[in-house]
């Protein structure tokens, strides 16, 4: 079954809400710089949707936010804490690259923060959208016909925090396409995406079902709602090919649907979900001056 990796076509239009994208009254960043970037990152790898972003709430440097490299796609998505397939807009939302740095005032929380960041995208970017409700096809993940092929995790370790860099290049890449993940990550809790020459991996280190439901919501780009009914944290790891990935004469790894079934011994079956969208009537590929 092929999935595409737009956003999703909806059959009914169940809601209509109007929105303003910049929220009159609501906080902004204190300074806040913008600039062009490359996905090319200086170890030879591409960024997918963005890099990690360092600092703001929450984190050992809350007064600072930066993301290192990211398209104006990822960014709504953080602004709006919504799906990738939730924002719904130009294609070159996912082509146009920027680094953005910007600081607030420390006890900012994070709901304050994604308003900080609506505003900021209305401000620089002209941002205006509107929210929609829709029905259409999503999938429930549940669990295959042989039981699932990973168990709960015993680690305790908990996430990884800003307290120092992560060496990325401290193994080769493998025969697989891979990196190895890093030793200061083995054990904790969280979640990491690697692309390579013949598709992409994600481990999974202390997550539940909920966070791969989600998770593949992104990278079917239709809602996914956990029907597996399995309460635990678990560790493992999903080896697949987009099918939009150009692997020239390399050996493909399994589709996202097969992968599931053949690696975790779990399943995507269809179904019809409502989702709210985020509709962008109108954004800038470049933003104003800093």
């Known amino acids: 079954m092929k999935m595409s990796s737009r956003a999703i076509v909806c059959l009914m239009t169940t809601c ?8 009159p009254g609501a906080p902004r960043f204190e300074t806040a710089s913008i600039h062009t970037t490359s996905p090319n990152l200086r170890n030879g790898a591409m960024a997918f949707g963005m890099v990690a972003p360092t600092g703001g709430p929450g984190s050992g440097d809350p007064g600072r936010i930066r993301y290192p490299v990211a ?9 709006f804490k919504v799906k990738d397939y939730q924002i719904e807009g130009p294609d070159w939302l996912t082509t146009q690259w920027f680094e953005i740095q910007a600081t607030m005032p420390p006890d900012t929380t994070a709901p304050q923060f994604r308003l900080m960041l609506q505003n900021l995208l209305a401000d620089r970017f002209g941002l205006t959208v509107h929210r929609e409700v829709k029905r259409g096809l999503g ?18 370790v ?13 193994h080769s890449i493998g025969a697989d396409g891979f990196r190895a993940l890093p ?25 539940t079902m909920q966070t791969l439901a989600g998770t593949l919501s992104n990278v079917s780009a239709r809602p996914v709602v956990d029907g597996t009914a399995l309460p635990g944290k678990y560790d493992f790891t999903l080896t697949y090919t987009p099918d939009d990935f150009p692997t020239g004469d ?9 992968a599931l079934q053949q ?10 979900l409502p989702v709210e969208v985020i509709v962008v009537d109108h954004i800038a590929k470049a933003p104003t001056g800093n």
């Open 71 to 79: 398209n104006l796609k990822s960014i709504l998505v953080d602004a």
């Open 183 to 207: 030793s200061q990550l083995a054990g904790r809790a969280g979640l990491w995406f690697f692309r390579g020459l013949r598709g992409s991996r994600i481990i999974f280190q202390q997550q």
């Open 250 to 258: 390399r050996e493909p790894f399994p589709r996202i649907f097969d």
């Open 139 to 156: 999938y429930s993940l549940v669990v295959a016909k042989n039981g699932p092929k990973f168990r709960e995790t015993s680690n305790t």
């Open 158 to 170: 908990p996430a990884q925090g800003d307290s120092g860099p992560i060496n990325w290049e401290e």
């Open 16 to 23: 209509l809400v109007w929105a303003q994208a910049g929220v």
């Open 263 to 272: 690696q975790l011994g779990l399943k995507l079956e269809p179904n019809q």
